[in-house]
């Protein structure tokens, strides 16, 4: 039995609302990280951004850096940025 499966539901409760952490105390842990881990710390929060859904602020504003843009390549860039923030990491028909 390991020890995690003796302790009751309360003693997790109360250990996972002492340990809560600000955005900026994160950043700060990762800070002192070591260059590996920070490359982890990385490619999980590009993972994490890749598949939210953008707000319909930010959508908006891909709109209209679609719509003023003369360059072809970064149009098909920004549609498909919009494309992926409207449906998040959710496969679309």
């Not at 003796?6 to 800070?31: G, H, P, V």
């Not at 920070?38 to 590009?46: G, M, N």
Request: glycine share 6%; with cysteine.
């Amino acid at each position: 039995m390991t020890i995690l499966a003796t302790w009751r539901f309360d003693d997790l409760a109360a250990c996972y609302n002492s340990s809560r952490m600000t955005a900026k105390q994160i950043i700060k842990e990762i800070a002192a990280l070591p260059p590996e881990e920070q490359e982890e710390v990385v490619r999980f929060a590009y993972n994490l951004d890749a598949e939210r859904q953008l707000t319909g602020r930010e959508l908006s504003a891909l709109g209209g850096r679609m719509a003023a843009s003369t360059d072809p390549v970064q149009k098909m860039i920004l549609r498909e940025e919009i494309t992926r923030g409207f449906y998040g990491g959710k496969p679309h028909a």
